[in-house]
């Protein structure tokens, strides 16, 4: 594969810049004073995608490009063309120019297409391995994702991130999943594999250095329930904090398509970073212990945010 751009330092090159995750890239590069680029070019636009990688000449490319839906990935069963273009033909044609010039892609792609069934039961302990077939295809989003996951499993220059329930330590922030069950009337209960990426990311930026390929449950270790992330919330932040539950079947009237809730097993990464933290002491040490030293601002501000 692609080793040098003449210093042998590595040089990325972005796709999603104005994401949210492309953003968080783009931060955690500049913060280790890497060198790095943004593209421009849409995902399907093979010619254009083939001028910024000739113009940049990057020696790893990172995609956290694709659409995502507003307000929620409700927006993708509307939107079923758009979200082909983008997640589907789009991220292929960036993984196959990539293959073309041996030059290694990371994927931020989703764990979102595996669901709890009699095989894989909630609260066995059982996870989903990088090998499982995803079972979860209820919403076109998670379709597009299962298929372009497949897909890529052909490419050798690429690795396939699957992405979970990203969490920053902004509880003010809309897509942080926290901050969607705190603004939420009612939320279920359903323990499931997340991603703090906090902690993930840098690590993501290490994968693509080290040149890993083939699907990585990008994840950290184990499963939290929403209830005992709104208890974190309540016992770091907010005693007066209160919620109410409401049951999956409840959940899908005020919902268009379903959401998938999974376990994904975490031994791959663990051997690449052992040092990684279960989901719920990584939840404590880069989001709530952060949010309980300005602890009145950040009350403040949620309690602002929520309206109530
Ligand atoms: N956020 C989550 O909850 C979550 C969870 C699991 C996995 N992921 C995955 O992580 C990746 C990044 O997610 P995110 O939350 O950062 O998404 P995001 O905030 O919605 O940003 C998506 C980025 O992709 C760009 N984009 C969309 N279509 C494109 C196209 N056809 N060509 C080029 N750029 C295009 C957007 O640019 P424009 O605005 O210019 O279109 C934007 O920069 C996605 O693959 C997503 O599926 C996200």
Redesign the pocket.
């Known amino acids: 594969m692609a080793e040098t751009n003449g210093t042998h330092e590595p040089v990325f090159l972005i ?10 890239l783009q931060e955690e590069l500049k913060k280790q004073g890497a060198t790095y680029h943004l ?1 421009d ?5 093979r010619a254009a995608v083939i001028a910024e990688i000739e113009k940049y000449k990057p020696t790893h490319v990172l ?8 307000p929620n ?1 409700d927006w993708c069963e509307t939107h079923k063309q ?1 979200t082909i ?3 589907l033909i ?2 292929l044609t960036l993984a196959d120019v990539c293959a073309q010039r041996d030059l290694h892609m990371t ?6 297409i595996f669901h709890y069934d009699e095989d894989f039961p909630v609260d066995s302990g059982k996870g989903f391995k990088e090998s499982d077939k995803p079972n979860f295809t209820g919403s076109y ?1 998670s379709y597009t ?1 299962a298929i372009v996951e497949s897909l890529l499993k052909e490419y050798p220059n690429v690795l396939t ?6 969490i920053v330590p902004d509880l003010t922030y809309p ?1 942080n ?1 926290i901050t969607k069950i705190i603004k939420y009337d009612k939320v279920i209960n359903i323990p499931n594999s997340m ?1 703090v990426l906090p902690e993930l990311l840098p690590m993501s930026i290490e994968m693509a250095k080290r040149k890993l390929t083939g699907i990585m449950n990008f994840t950290n270790p184990g499963a939290i329930s929403h209830n005992e992330i709104l208890q974190l919330y309540k016992d770091y932040i907010d005693p007066e904090f209160t919620w109410s539950n409401f049951t999956v079947e409840e959940q899908a009237k005020v919902i268009v398509a379903p959401r998938s809730n999974n376990l994904l097993d975490t031994d791959r990464i663990k051997g690449e970073f052992p040092e990684l933290l279960g989901i719920k002491e990584s939840l404590i040490k880069y989001v709530f212990e952060p949010a309980a030293a300005k602890k009145e601002e950040t009350l403040k501000a949620v309690r602002e945010m929520r309206g109530r």
């Open positions: 796709f999603g810049k104005s994401g949210w995750i492309g953003g968080l593209a070019a849409r995902l399907e636009d995609n956290a490009a694709g659409v995502t839906g507003r990935v758009e273009r983008a997640n789009g991220c994927y931020y792609g989703t764990g979102c989003y994702k991130l699957r992405v979970r329930m990203p897509r999943f991603t």
